[in-house]
């Protein structure tokens, strides 16, 4: 017979999550009830992943396998098939109206227009029916534990409404026409029509697109036009076309942004809350007129 830590463990329910941002969402959700494993770890790029071997073998295990969605794993259907398993899939994303990358939209009048942005997660608002969704697919796989997925759910959701608050309050700060910000990808669409700021990217909704010279000819004109005063890194890109296009432009490097994949938990973005909170302060204190002014903002 199994000791007793052994047995509560065995019996927690086994969730798969696609990548680190959905990993949280999950571990929030189910807190000590669940076991979740994340596939794309942190500081990874869920666009152009790979699977291993392991990956198989959690789904095979797995109950529940959280995916995003909106054509963002794209080699997710091929694994599930190969792992043999029969876990639910549960699409975080249902009942979001995707956003459509637009011809005209930024740099993307040649490559990705028509296609559907996956980032839903960068709206906060967003990230609230991810929260529910997943808390949904819990209580009906685990209905023994309803009452503990709710009240996780609901405590956690609770966070999110005040962070959306915060981040608004942030923003305010920042006079409309100096809410412009140059990312390495265009990952921020959906943070972008929740909080009226602008962004642009040199590189597609996915990372496996490169820029073509013409892109980042257009951005430096833009930047150069608009005297956009910072670009910004992403944890899951090569820094290198970002620095040039600073050096080009004198564009100051406005730190990093997190978009994709949370840190590991001494880095600056261990969960979807603080990820979301670093970013706001760095967007602020790099596009502020003053310091003090971006030091008031979302405090640590």
């Not at 969402?25 to 666009?47: K, M, Q, S």
């Amino acid at each position: 017979m199994l000791p007793a830590a052994a047995q509560q463990e065995a019996s927690k329910l086994k969730v798969v999550a696609t990548f680190s941002i959905l990993g949280d969402f999950a571990r929030n959700v189910g807190g000590d009830r669940v076991d979740v494993t994340t596939l794309v770890g942190p500081n990874g790029d869920v666009h152009v992943y790979s699977p291993t071997a392991a990956d198989a073998e959690a789904i095979r295990n797995a109950r529940l396998v959280i995916v995003n969605g909106l054509g963002l794993e794209g080699w997710l259907p091929r694994l599930v098939k190969s792992s043999g398993g029969n876990a639910t899939t549960v699409v975080a994303t249902r009942g979001i109206v995707p956003r459509k990358v637009a011809a005209g939209e930024g740099l993307s009048r040649d490559r990705g227009a028509g296609s559907v942005d996956p980032h839903a997660w960068q709206s906060v608002a967003n990230a609230e029916i991810y929260v529910a969704n997943i808390r949904d697919a819990m209580v009906a796989a685990d209905p023994t534990n309803a009452a503990t997925y709710r009240a996780n759910a609901s405590a956690y959701l609770a966070k999110l409404t005040s962070l959306d608050h915060e981040v608004r309050k942030a923003l305010a700060t920042i006079p409309v026409e100096r809410r412009r910000v140059i990312s390495t990808h265009d990952a921020f669409g959906y943070f972008a029509a929740a909080y009226d700021i602008m962004f642009m990217a040199p590189q597609g909704v996915s990372t496996e697109t490169e820029p073509s010279a013409r892109d980042i000819a257009t951005i430096i004109a833009q930047i150069r036009k608009e005297k956009i005063p910072a670009v910004f890194l992403e944890n899951i890109s090569d820094p290198r076309l970002m620095r040039q296009i600073a050096s080009e432009t004198g564009a100051a490097i406005g730190g990093t942004l997190y978009s994709d994949s949370l840190t590991g938990e001494n880095g600056p973005a261990p969960s979807y809350i603080e990820m979301v909170r670093h970013n706001v302060r760095t967007i602020v204190r790099a596009l502020a007129n003053s310091p003090a002014l971006s030091s008031r903002v979302i405090q640590e």
